[in-house]
C-alpha cells in the first residue's frame, strides 16, 4: 500500500538503489577468490625470482626479460614449438612459460631419470601456471633508459603497432623473419652435436664426435644460455637449466683463466639471470664470482690470469708474473654487476681498482696500452708494441662499455676511452690499396705493421656504440669505414670467411687484391667480431647492407664449416674452398656470440635487448645499464 503511495519518482529511487546495491556485492564477492588463488597456487615464474639464495640479500632484481620471439613461423620448421605471444603487458615471458618436453636424446646424462622427473614437475607447473596467468603480476623493466644525456636515436623503424597498444605500453611482437629463422635452425644444428657427443662438456669436437676440456665447467653450455633464451628455443633452455641446477658445480680442483671464466661463464650466468628472472642463475654467478675472487691478491692488486676454484690459491703462468692487460681490463662489466646485485661490495672494488691504477700508469702512448702489465710492480711491461688486436682489444672496448653501464657518469673512463681513440687515428690508422680500405694497424717501437687480427673487427661496433651514446659523429665515420674493411676481410677470400689475420697491401701491386694472407694465419675459428659490428651498424643506421654482409657469411659458414653429423668447427685454411681443412673444434663463442648477433643482426626489432638498457659484455652477455642518478 505505501509502495503504491510513493511518486513514480520516489519508486524509480528505490529500484534504482537496489540494483546499485546488487552489482556491488557480486564485483566484491568475485574480487575475494583472487588473492586466495595466488597465495596457494603461486607461478613457477614467481617462486623462481625470489631471493631463494641462502645469505644472499637481493639488493636489485633482476631486469626485464628479452622479448621472446622465435617461432613465430614455427610452421615452417616442425621442430619448433610454437610460443604464446604475450598479449597484456609486464607478463613476463620466461622459461616456466616455455612449452616444456621431455629431453629427446639424453643419453649421455648421468641423470637421465631424475632429469625426466624434473622436466614432468616442470611440466606440471607450467600448464598450472597457464591457467593462473590473470594473478601474475610483472612490475617490468627497473632498468630504464639513461635519461641524462641526449636521447640517443635509431634509425630502425620499430614495428608498426595500433595506437591503443602503444599507449597501454605494448607492444605488437616483432615476427621472425627467415633469415632468423635460418640462424635458429643453425644453432639447433650446433647445439645437436654438443648434446648428442659433448653434453655438460667444454667444446663440442664435431668430427670425432666427442669434447675437449678446458675447464670442466660446460663451457659451451653456459656460454650459449642466453642466446636460446634470445632465439626462443625453450625446450633446449629448459633440458640446459637443469644441467646447471643438478651438474654444475664449482668446488673442483681446476685451474681457470679468470678472464675466460669471467667473460663466458659468470658473464652467462647473470644475463641469463637478468633475461630469465630465475635466481638459480645468480645462484651460481655468485658462487663462481667468489671463486675467482683470490685472482685479486697480488701485490699490486693486479689480478693474476689463473684461479684454481676450488683451492681458492691463484697464480701468473708459469713463465712469468705478467698478466694480459685485455684481461685484467675487462672483467669489470661482469663483477661491478655482481656488486650491484649482491649488495657485496668487495667485486667492484677489486676490479675499479684495476682501472683506476691503470688509468694512472705511464707507459700508454696517446692512450695505446702496451699488451702486458706485472702483477708484482703494477707497471706495464714489453713496452713499445700497441695492438687493437690480441691481448689488448677488450680493453678499450670495456673503457666505453664501462662508462655506459655507469651511466655515464665514471669521466676517467670515458677520457681515456675517447684518448685512445685518437691514439688509434694518429699511430695505427692506414689505407690499403687498391681499394683505399681504412684498417687498424699495429705499432711496434716506432714500426707500423699493416697486420690487423679479425679480433680487430669489434671495434666499428664500439665506436658506434659510443657515437649512439652521444660521442662524436666521427666515430660514426671511422666505424662506417672499418666495418667495409671488416667485410672485405671476408668478400676478398676464397671461402666468403676471414682469416684469423690479414695483412693489407699498402701499394697497389698489379694482380694483388688489398688483403694478404700468410699461410700461418688462414684459419677461422668461427670467431663473431665481424657480425657483432654489423649487427651494431644495422641497429644505428637502419642500412640493410649490414644485414646481406651477415647473410652471407652465414651461408659460408654453413657451407665450409657445418658438421653433417652436428656442430659446426673451426676451419685451418679459408683459401681453399674444396678443402678448407676442418680443425674438429667448434668454439664456445660461436653459440654464445657469432649465432646471437646474426640473430639480432637480422632482427628489425630494437626492444629485442635494447641497446639502451642492456650493454653486452665482451662475449655477448647482455648486461643491464644500471638506472642514472
Ligand atoms: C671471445 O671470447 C670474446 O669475444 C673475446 O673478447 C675475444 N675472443 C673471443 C671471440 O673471438
Given at each position: 500500500?505505501?509502495w ?30 583472487e ?12 617462486q ?84 593462473e596467468?590473470s ?27 595500433p595506437s ?25 644444428h ?30 659451451t ?57 630465475d ?96 702483477t ?27 662508462w ?29 690499396q ?35 651514446n ?61 657480425v ?45 674452398p ?16 657469432t ?35
Amino acid at each position: 500500500k505505501k509502495w503504491k503511495q510513493l511518486s513514480r519518482l520516489q519508486r524509480s529511487i528505490i529500484l534504482f538503489l537496489f540494483a546499485f546495491l546488487a552489482v556491488c556485492g557480486v564485483i566484491s564477492f568475485t574480487s575475494m577468490g583472487e588473492p586466495w588463488k595466488s597465495l596457494t597456487n603461486k607461478s613457477l615464474d614467481e617462486q623462481r625470482t625470489e631471493p631463494e639464495i641462502p645469505g644472499l640479500k637481493l639488493v636489485n632484481p633482476a631486469v626485464l626479460p628479452a622479448p621472446q620471439k622465435a617461432d613465430a613461423n614455427a610452421g615452417d620448421y616442425p621442430e619448433l614449438s610454437p610460443q604464446k605471444q604475450p598479449k597484456l603487458p609486464h607478463i613476463r615471458r620466461s622459461p616456466s612459460n616455455l612449452q616444456i618436453k621431455p629431453p629427446r636424446r639424453d643419453v649421455r646424462l648421468k641423470t637421465r631419470h631424475a632429469t625426466s622427473k624434473i622436466v614432468e614437475e616442470l611440466v606440471q607447473a607450467d600448464k598450472e601456471e597457464k591457467t593462473e596467468k590473470s594473478v601474475i603480476s610483472w612490475r617490468g623493466a627497473v632498468i630504464e633508459p639513461d635519461q641524462s644525456t641526449e636521447p640517443p636515436s635509431s634509425k630502425i623503424k620499430e614495428s608498426e603497432k595500433p595506437s591503443s597498444l602503444e599507449a597501454e605500453g605494448q607492444k605488437e611482437p616483432v615476427p621472425i623473419n627467415e633469415r632468423q629463422m635460418a640462424v635458429i635452425e643453425a644453432f639447433r644444428h650446433a647445439w645437436k652435436g654438443y648434446k648428442d657427443f659433448a653434453w655438460g662438456h667444454d667444446e663440442l669436437k664435431p668430427l670425432s664426435k666427442s669434447y675437449s676440456e678446458w675447464f670442466g665447467l660446460g663451457l659451451t653450455l653456459i656460454d650459449a644460455l642466453d642466446t636460446m633464451w634470445i632465439l626462443g628455443l625453450k625446450e633446449e633452455f629448459e633440458e640446459a637449466r637443469i644441467w646447471v641446477a643438478n651438474d654444475l658445480v664449482f668446488d673442483k680442483n681446476v685451474d681457470v683463466n679468470l678472464f675466460e671464466s669471467t667473460i663466458r661463464i659468470l658473464g652467462g650466468l647473470l644475463s641469463t639471470y637478468h633475461l630469465s628472472g630465475d635466481s638459480l642463475f645468480l645462484e651460481k654467478a655468485k658462487d663462481i664470482g667468489n671463486r675467482l675472487m683470490p685472482a685479486f691478491k697480488t701485490p699490486s692488486k693486479i689480478p693474476y690470469s689463473d684461479v684454481n676454484i676450488g683451492r681458492g690459491t691463484a697464480h701468473p703462468p708459469r713463465w712469468t708474473s705478467d698478466s694480459t692487460v685485455a684481461e685484467v681490463t675487462s672483467i669489470q662489466l661482469e663483477f661491478r654487476e655482481l656488486s650491484r646485485l649482491t649488495g657485496d661490495e668487495k667485486f667492484q672494488k677489486a676490479v675499479d681498482e684495476v682501472m683506476k691504477h691503470v688509468h694512472t700508469l705511464s707507459g700508454k702512448n696517446d692512450g695505446l696500452v702496451p699488451m702486458f702489465i706485472n702483477t708484482n710492480s703494477g707497471q706495464f711491461t714489453h713496452l713499445g708494441v700497441y695492438t687493437l688486436g690480441a691481448r689488448a682489444d677488450s680493453y678499450y672496448e670495456y673503457l666505453l662499455k664501462q662508462w655506459i653501464q655507469g651511466g655515464k657518469k665514471e669521466n676517467e673512463l670515458l677520457e681515456d676511452y675517447m684518448r685512445a681513440i685518437e691514439g688509434v687515428k694518429k699511430h695505427l690508422l692506414q689505407r690499403s690499396q687498391p681499394k683505399k680500405l681504412t684498417f687498424v694497424g699495429e705499432l711496434a717501437h716506432g714500426h707500423f705493421s699493416a697486420k690487423m687480427d679479425h679480433l680487430v673487427c669489434f671495434l666499428p661496433g664500439t665506436l658506434a656504440l659510443g657515437a649512439h651514446n652521444g660521442l662524436t659523429a666521427d666515430h660514426m665515420k671511422l666505424a662506417e669505414a672499418l666495418i667495409e674493411t671488416c667485410y672485405q676481410m671476408y668478400e676478398q677470400v676464397e671461402t666468403g670467411l676471414s682469416p684469423e689475420i690479414v695483412h693489407f697491401n699498402l701499394h697497389a701491386q698489379k694482380g694483388h687484391k688489398d688483403v694478404e694472407i700468410k699461410p700461418a694465419d688462414r684459419h677461422n675459428l668461427l670467431r663473431p667480431e665481424t657480425v657483432e659490428s654489423l649487427f651494431y651498424m644495422y641497429r644505428f643506421t637502419g642500412d640493410k647492407k649490414y644485414q646481406d654482409w651477415g647473410w652471407e657469411i652465414l651461408q659460408n659458414f654453413n657451407k665450409y664449416t657445418r658438421v653433417p653429423t652436428g656442430g659446426y668447427t673451426s676451419i685451418n685454411n679459408v683459401q681453399n674452398p674444396s678443402n678448407p681443412e676442418p680443425r674438429d673444434k667448434m668454439e664456445s663463442f660461436f653459440l654464445g656470440e657469432t649465432l646471437k648477433y646474426m640473430f639480432l643482426l637480422f632482427s628489425d626489432d630494437v626492444d629485442l635487448i635494447n641497446l639502451d638498457k642492456f650493454v653486452f659484455n665482451t662475449e655477448a652477455h647482455p648486461l643491464p645499464i644500471w638506472v642514472p642518478a
